[in-house]
């Protein structure tokens, strides 16, 4: 029946390989097991099923609705394409007690995958996809037919995006974004953003414009992530048609990528360091910082000015979405670009994260570019790189171990002074540059990560990454 395997961020897989129906049937089984057990003293209960517009991935969720319903669960289903956040945003706004996501996020167009979202309105966290995994295969798998299904009082076909775009649109500054007068040119990389940000703006003096949004299973021959090269068509568009600002959201548009007038993309640490400026600053509030283990020593220095105290967790937003439930966190992100906010569910959102670079602007009134220079002249220039390499399972099994048992004493000259390994290996350097090398928890590859203070070294210390990852045996 093929492998069914938990990752940084649910379970993904490549279609009709492991991701197959009768798989699909296995994990909803186990999803309706889990919640059977944890909330038996309830009278209902109430889940959300949703679908971004991957291939057949409707299918998946008339298949998750139908096994969840045959346990005697109640379901909302969604009736179109919609993005994580609006399905997270549903089971805090219905008070339900969990939600079923079918997407492979940013993946290739071949995969597709099952998000499962906790009580909490965010990320299971790992106790909670422990027992989901723990419970795969062990019962027998009810499923309802198409004609009890439709038949059943048990389920809900609903739109769930209007109320959480009535959310989003409460907890911007209006006032201040009416004031903007910037021409927008937002990607939605044919993942589940709709047009919703031009219909946001629609109310104000700023001119939006959106590509890429009818829905294609291939993503136009790219994976909807938002990286450089995902995004040539916005980076180019951005830059000849004069656009102030590009704003793309991957495939189920809980990710972020930021684009300036001269074409070139943001990266995600510098966009989570905007948004913590803007927060700080312009809108005068406080809170705690969390990142992953690839974050930047910028976040650090603008942590360190204000007096915030700094929590750093392994790599997935389950970690970060724990951290926002337990403590005051202000913003919590990752250098993918999720981002989750104070005052919001404990959840990434594409859509919000991209207005608030926006409200940022309107604010000061400046471009991206003003507002960029103005945080490098007060903490400095960090440049960030990443890579992603094919890794044979060989090379898989023994490389973490490898790179502990002979950590190198020095990189390009400079002096390794400390060695984390909670989440793959980070060396850093006297100069407080850092390379990282840890593999994927979704895919057969090894993801190396640097930071420096020139995009030459980084770059040159990917390079020495790679002859690390080339001498394993």
């Not at 062990?138 to 959480?164: D, Q």
Request: glycine share 8%; hydrophobic share 40%; charged share 30%.
């Amino acid at each position: 029946m093929g492998e069914i395997k938990f990752g940084t961020d649910g379970w993904r897989a490549i279609i009709s390989e492991d991701f197959t129906f009768d798989n699909v049937k296995v994990v909803s089984q186990a999803i309706s097991d889990f919640l059977k057990r944890e909330y038996k003293k309830e009278k209902k209960i109430k889940v959300i099923v949703g679908y971004d517009p991957r291939f057949m991935s409707e299918k998946y969720a008339e298949l998750a609705a139908r096994v969840l319903i045959a346990n005697g669960i109640y379901v909302i289903l969604t009736d179109r394409p919609t993005p994580t956040p609006a399905v997270s945003y549903a089971i805090k706004h219905k008070r339900l007690n969990g939600g079923v996501m079918i997407t492979a996020s940013h993946n290739p167009p071949y995969y597709n995958g099952i998000k499962y979202k906790a009580f909490y309105a965010g990320s299971a966290d790992p106790g909670i996809i422990g027992k989901i995994e723990k419970r795969l295969h062990k019962s027998k798998i009810r499923m309802a037919s198409s004609g009890e299904m439709k038949k059943s009082p048990l389920i809900r076909y609903e739109n769930v995006c209007p109320a959480h775009m009535k959310f989003l649109s409460s907890y911007l500054n209006w006032p201040v974004l009416k004031k903007g007068r910037f021409k927008i040119l937002v990607d939605v990389m044919h993942g589940a953003a709709d047009n919703f940000i031009e219909r946001l703006l629609a109310g104000t003096k700023n001119k939006v414009v959106t590509i890429r949004s009818r829905r294609d299973a291939y993503f136009g021959g790219v994976n909807p992530e938002p990286i450089a090269r995902n995004l040539k068509q916005l980076m180019r568009e951005v830059k000849k048609g004069a656009f102030d600002i590009g704003i793309a959201t991957d495939g189920d548009v809980d990710r972020i990528a930021i684009v300036g007038s001269d074409g070139k993309p943001l990266t995600g640490h510098k966009v989570i360091a905007l948004l913590l400026v803007h927060f700080l600053e312009d809108r005068k509030m406080q809170g705690e910082v969390v990142q992953t283990i690839c974050g930047t020593v910028l976040i650090d220095d603008i942590a360190k000015k204000y007096g915030l105290k700094m929590h750093e967790v392994p790599v997935g937003f389950k970690y970060v979405c724990d951290l926002m439930r337990s403590r005051d966190i202000l913003i919590g992100g990752e250098e993918a670009g999720g981002i989750g906010f104070k005052n919001y569910i404990p959840e990434r959102d594409g859509i919000l994260s991209g207005l608030l670079v926006l409200e940022m602007m309107a604010f000061r009134n400046q471009s991206l570019s003003r507002i960029l220079r103005d945080i490098e002249k007060e903490y400095g220039s960090f440049y960030y790189r990443r890579i992603d390499a094919k890794c044979a399972s060989g090379v898989r099994k023994k490389l973490t171990g490898f790179l502990k048992s002979n950590p190198p004493s020095r990189i390009l000259g400079k002096k390794v002074v400390d060695i984390k390994s909670y989440d793959g290996v980070k060396f850093i350097l006297e100069d407080r540059s850092w390379l990282l090398l840890r593999l994927s928890g979704t895919e057969p590859i090894v993801r190396l990560y640097s930071e420096a203070s020139t995009d030459k070294k980084a770059l040159r210390m990917l390079e020495v990454g790679k002859k690390i990852v080339s001498s394993v045996r």
